[in-house]
């Protein structure tokens, strides 16, 4: 179904290569792995036989996926509009740009320091303790506390400006070639915080998800890059993916090591494998007890769940109480549908899609002022295939300033046409 979808949308549009086709593909292609590591026998191996599987949680599943893809479908065609971007060898956009890159700093350095100190320890060690026990291998300070509590969210809630610009200035770099270095430099810089944090944080998904998600904003546009450009932007994402492959599989390895089932490969098919089969074979009718929104959203609720228990002890908890494993991967349907069940999950699915409908007033146009809620929903997509990426306080929290910062934009915009001028 995925596949006829994503085929049908780049007939109509005669390419692929549009936002919404990346992201209609890139569920296909999941749900491919899936097939696949079912078909050679590898998911049975690590999850039990499977007699058969029904129709009908893939029939939900896909129904939420349209759900999902409702506001994408204003960008199935190739071209794309930009409002209120800037002429980018103004002195002025510079600035900003350099000012954001010097807010980052204070985050990019707690983050390097913290890396240097983990570099000691195996990714499986440092895996382990962030997300099993709660607790981390490098100790941060009240101060380096505050500042990744204060700059790693504006880091959050800001990288999209960097990430858009140098998408469109790359288009438009024959008009302003002495800004190529300047924007490649944001673009590394950006990229670099975003690798420190994936390893600080012992994980491996978080940066093979981004890069995905920066895929959706990136190739859209790649034909029409001026050709040196296209040459200079290829071999930096090849010199970058080489990087992130060597750091994904030096991750698998040190996990898989003291494994006698898994090997780095087949933990890899397994990652990717697992979410299709998964919501037939271990969610669909077999949930004991929904959460009812406290596991999710529990910064809501007042639970001392979180207070009282270790994050290992929280997910034992979670687990008895629903009858289900609730850490592995499920798409993102699979995820409301733990939490709510079949009818409110489809709701929570709509609310999502349609705040980001709310804010697309043209189809095929982003406006400055929707870029950091646009790339929220970018980043969700890269997870959408696996599972739900902004469940907790963090994504709530950043969502509601994505929001905030849209209508403060728009309401300078409207006030003063250009901050560039």
Not at 119 to 133: D, K, L, R, T
Not at 304 to 316: C, K, V, Y
Request: glycine share 6%; net charge positive; aromatic share 22%.
């Amino acid at each position: 179904m995925y596949l006829m979808y994503t085929v049908f949308f780049s007939i109509r549009s005669r390419t692929l290569f549009t936002i919404h086709n990346l992201i209609a593909c890139w569920f296909a292609i999941i749900a491919f792995v899936g097939v696949f590591a079912y078909g050679i026998g590898y998911y049975e191996r690590v999850f039990g036989s499977v007699n058969s599987f029904s129709f009908e949680p893939y029939f939900f599943a896909f129904v939420a996926f349209l759900i999902f893809m409702w506001p994408f479908r204003q960008f199935a065609k190739k071209k794309v509009f930009f409002l209120g971007v800037p002429n980018f060898d103004n002195k002025k956009y510079k600035k900003l740009i350099k000012i954001l890159m010097g807010l980052y700093l204070p985050f990019f350095l707690v983050l390097l320091n913290a890396a240097v100190h983990l570099a000691a320890y195996g990714g499986a060690e440092i895996y382990e303790a962030v997300h099993s026990e709660g607790v981390r291998l490098y100790q941060y300070s009240n101060l380096e506390t505050k500042i990744l509590w204060i700059f790693g969210t504006l880091f959050q809630v800001t990288q999209s400006f960097i990430l858009f610009f140098v998408c469109i200035s790359f288009t438009q770099m024959k008009n302003y070639k002495g800004s190529i270095g300047f924007h490649l430099l944001a673009l590394l810089y950006v990229l670099s915080i975003i690798f420190l944090n994936n390893f600080v944080n012992g994980a491996r998904g978080y940066l093979f998800f981004i890069t995905i998600s920066c895929a959706f904003l990136f190739l859209p546009f790649l034909s029409v890059y001026p050709k040196r450009i296209r040459s200079i932007f290829l071999i930096l994402s090849f010199c970058l993916l080489g990087v992130f492959l060597s750091y994904t599989l030096a991750m698998t390895e040190s996990r898989v090591e003291s494994s006698r089932v898994e090997t780095p490969m087949t933990s890899v098919a397994r990652y990717l494998g697992e979410p299709f089969p998964n919501l037939d074979h271990l969610y669909y009718e077999k949930v004991r007890n929904h959460a009812m929104g406290v596991r999710m959203y529990g910064f809501l609720f007042p639970s001392n769940i979180a207070d009282q228990l270790s994050l290992g002890e929280q997910h034992f908890f979670w687990e008895r109480y629903s009858g289900v494993p609730i850490l592995n991967y499920k798409t993102i349907w699979g995820d409301f549908y733990v939490e709510f069940g079949l009818v409110l999950s489809f709701l929570f699915m709509f609310v999502y899609a349609a705040i980001l409908r709310i804010f697309i007033r043209k189809s095929q146009t982003i406006s400055i002022e929707m870029f950091p809620i646009f790339w929220y929903y970018l980043e969700m997509a890269g997870y959408a295939p696996m599972l739900f990426s902004k469940r907790d306080y963090a994504g709530f929290r950043n969502l509601i300033i994505c929001i905030i910062l849209y209508k403060v934009i728009k309401l300078v915009r409207e006030r003063k046409r250009s901050w560039f001028a």
